[in-house]
């Protein structure tokens, strides 16, 4: 499978991801906390990508083509672990994230919160 975001879509990757378990009869680990585990354990291996970085440090490790691989690895293990996820729970992810978005529109509007994270009092 090659292509870009802007040719690919979710279900090819989920796809992808069904076909790599199927393989390697993973499926038979695959439940909902197993897979989360695993999910935030990539997650922390992508943070660590970062740690103790000062902010000028993770903008020149963002040009820099090793470092830019090592986190491009832990992001595509994060993404393979959320589509087993939804794999196993046979969840749509198209759907809950528009939803989530609208939810977060709805709770966040940008007109008040347009360049900050929070509300000042």
């Known amino acids: 499978m090659t292509g870009s975001d802007n040719d690919t879509a979710i279900a090819e990757l989920r796809d992808a991801v069904r076909r790599f378990v199927a393989e390697r009869d993973w499926g038979q680990f695959h439940n909902a906390k197993d897979l989360s585990i695993s999910l935030c354990l990539e997650a922390a291996e992508l ?6 970085l000062r902010p000028e440090e993770v903008e020149a490790a963002s040009r820099d083509a090793q470092a830019r ?9 994060v993404l393979i672990y959320a589509f087993s996820l939804a794999n196993a729970l046979d969840l749509d992810v198209a759907p809950a994230v528009r939803e989530k978005l609208a939810a977060s529109a709805h709770k966040y509007p940008a007109d008040r919160f347009r360049g900050r994270f929070r509300l000042e009092e």
């Open 47 to 52: 943070l660590e990508e970062f740690q103790w």
């Open 69 to 77: 691989a090592r986190v491009a690895g832990e992001l595509a293990d």
